[in-house]
């Protein structure tokens, strides 16, 4: 699971075939898809990477979508695809549950498994995949919007690693799952500031991030097709954050999809209900982005990245008390109307999963500015969570 990623000049360099597909016009639905491929029984979750071959480019329409017109667009787009076109999918986000999926060339990379299994199940099936195609899970933070006991328990029998910080193992030690999960030899760690390996081709750097769940991390993810190297794609993930820091926009300068939290409107939390200690730590620098803070960071990285960088803002983990969708969409498109017109805005919810995200190395790719650091953020004095019944709002 753990091999080394093949360097640069290992990675094949065979001739590759064209792409084949029309590539969709902006505007029309995006024909997701991944292949259906079972594992054998005998070696469950074990990775086995596709042959090679070039990425499609697809420029894409994205919308967050509920219905069985969803489930059609996945089941239809399933057939004749290429193996090893990524995709990116967003289960679920919110305070309720936090869970998304990578896919690429073979290998499924859970970012974080807030949700209970059953539920996670159904999201993989919306969107034509299932628990046979998750490799490994990397966590943000130990907030239980973020993993569950009885996920984890999952993860065990099916023999799926997790990829966390030594810090969350240590709180995780209250889970009764934990102690034979960890005897399975799958609790696997990493630090600040240093990339994962995952699987040849694809590199997760941890970035660490201000929030009262000490320590919490973002994470760049990138891909390498062998053609080039740069990476073919790249996504940055923040789903928690009390604020941004030079070392995160650094960090995700120049992904092809940046997906952020826009947790609430400002004035809707001010005027919440909540109790103010609530409304405080969730307006601190170690609580969540306003949707104001998170178009700031959103230009700020959309301003160093290159012309069409990123190609999606995907916006994460908003209140269900105290923003709307509507609300994020206006800021995130607002911050982006004057450096980037073009990128696609989605929304993710609570109850659905978006409409999944093709990755791959894109027309304008080389406008594409790179990452410029690759160092831990500074300490910052931060609190353990938490009061009970408050893990995260
Ligand atoms: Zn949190
Ligand atoms: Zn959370």
């Not at 792409?19 to 639905?29: A, I």
């Not at 005998?42 to 979508?65: C, E, G, H, W």
């Not at 969409?329 to 109850?351: C, F, I, K, S, W």
Request: proline share 8%; hydrophobic share 35%; with cysteine.
């Amino acid at each position: 699971m753990r091999g080394p990623v093949r360097s640069r000049a290992q990675v094949s360099r065979a001739p590759v075939p064209a792409p084949t597909m029309p590539l969709p016009m902006r505007g029309t639905r995006q024909h997701c898809s991944f292949p259906s491929r079972p594992r054998p029984r005998d070696a469950p979750n074990r990775y086995r990477p596709f042959k090679r071959t070039r990425a499609r480019v697809q420029l894409t329409f994205i919308s967050a979508s509920t219905c069985a017109r969803h489930r059609a667009t996945v089941e239809a787009d399933r057939r004749g695809h290429d193996p090893m076109t990524a995709r990116f999918t967003v289960l679920a986000s919110g305070s309720g549950g936090n869970a998304s999926l990578l896919e690429f060339d073979g290998f499924g990379l859970l970012i974080d498994c807030g949700l209970q299994p059953r539920h996670l199940t159904a999201r993989f099936r919306s969107v034509g995949t299932s628990w046979e195609r998750v490799s490994a899970v990397v966590l943000t933070h130990t907030h239980t919007d973020h993993w569950k006991d009885a996920t984890l328990a999952e993860l065990r029998a099916r023999r799926i690693p997790m990829y966390a910080h030594p810090q969350h193992y240590a709180y995780m030690e209250r889970a009764s799952s934990f102690a034979s999960f960890r005897a399975a030899g799958l609790a696997r760690e990493y630090g600040d500031g240093r990339p994962l390996e995952l699987a040849p081709g694809l590199r997760c750097l941890p970035v660490r991030v201000s929030h009262d769940s000490a320590p919490t991390y973002a994470f760049r993810i990138d891909g390498y097709d062998g053609e080039r190297p740069e990476p073919a794609w790249a996504v940055g993930y923040a789903s928690d954050l009390g604020c941004g820091s030079p070392e995160l926009v650094a960090a995700f300068t120049g992904v092809d999809v940046l997906a952020l939290e826009y947790n609430h409107d400002e004035l809707m939390e001010r005027a919440s209900p909540r109790p103010k200690f609530l409304v405080d730590r969730v307006l601190s620098d170690l609580g969540h982005l306003s949707n104001k803070q998170a178009a700031e960071l959103t230009a700020t990285i959309a301003g160093r990245s290159g012309e069409g960088f990123p190609g999606h803002l995907v916006q994460l983990h908003l209140s269900k008390d105290c923003n709307t969708p509507e609300l994020a969409a206006v800021a995130g498109r607002e911050a982006l109307v004057a450096l980037n017109p073009a990128t696609e805005v989605v929304t993710a919810r609570q109850d659905y999963a978006i409409v999944p995200i093709t990755l791959a190395r894109r027309p304008n790719a080389a406008n594409r500015a790179s990452a410029r650091v690759n160092r831990p953020a500074p300490k910052r004095r931060t609190v353990q969570p938490s009061l009970p019944g408050f893990d995260d709002w």
